[in-house]
C-alpha cells in the first residue's frame, strides 16, 4: 500500500481526522490502544449494545483508544506518524489482523505486515512494551478459523523471546476444550452484526490483557 501524505486521501478518512483532533488536545498517555473496532467500539460504539466497560476497565490509568473500524496493519502504518509520534508510551497494544483476513489475504503476507508495523513501532518507541493480542474468531465468521489459527500462531512464535512483546490469546477466552464455549453468540452483537462484541463480551475478551497492563504500569510507576 503507498504511503498516505494526507488524512483525507485514506480509507477512514473521518475516523482519523476524529482522532487527530483528539490527539492535539491529549498531553499524554502512558498506554496507547491501537487496533480496528474492537478498540474503537469499546469506547465508543454506534449503540449502548456494542459498548465494553471502558472507562471502569482502565480507571487511574492513562490511556488513549486509538482504533480505527475495518484497519489493517498496512492501513494503520500509514498514521503511526500522525496519531503516535506526539506520545511516549509505556505500552502500546495492538489489536489488528482481523480485516486482513477478512479480505482473503493470504497468511503469510498478512504476517509480514504484522511483523513490519511491530518493528516500525519498536523502532520508534524503544522503551515502550508491545503487546500484541490475537485474532478472535467472531459469532458471524467461522468459516476464516483456519486461517486466524494459523496467523496467531505464526505471530505467537514471532513474540518469543523478545522481552518488549507480549503475546496475549485472547482468542482462547472463546474456547473451552477445543471448541467455541458454550453460548458463543451470547458475547456479540447478533442483530444484523455478528461481528462486534457486546458488554459480555468485552468483559471476557479483555479480562487478560487488562490485567498484565496494570501490572505493566504498576512496575513503572514503583520504579519511576
Known sequence: MKKINNIEDGPHSL???????????TDSADILLVGDSWF????SGP??????????????LNVLNLGI????FAEYRNYIDILLNKFNPKVI????????????????????????????????????KIMVLSVCQSYSSKKYIKN????????KEFCKGKNYLYYIDTAASFYKNNNYIKDFNSYFVTLNDG?????????????DFKNILKKEINIWRQNR
Open 93 to 128: 497494544v495492538i489489536n489488528l489482523g482481523f480485516n486482513d483476513i477478512h479480505s482473503n489475504k493470504a497468511i503469510y503476507p498478512i504476517y509480514f505486515d504484522a511483523v513490519d508495523f511491530i518493528e516500525t513501532l519498536r523502532n520508534k518507541f524503544i522503551h515502550s
Open 195 to 207: 461481528y462486534h462484541l457486546n458488554k459480555k463480551g468485552y468483559e471476557l475478551w479483555s479480562k
Open 69 to 72: 473500524g475495518g484497519a489493517t
Open 40 to 43: 474503537e467500539y469499546y469506547q
Open 15 to 25: 475516523r482519523v481526522k476524529e482522532l487527530v483532533s483528539l490527539v492535539n488536545n
Open 148 to 155: 486466524e489459527t494459523e496467523y496467531n500462531h505464526l505471530i
Open 47 to 60: 449503540s449502548e449494545e456494542y459498548l465494553g466497560n471502558y472507562s471502569a476497565d482502565f480507571e487511574n
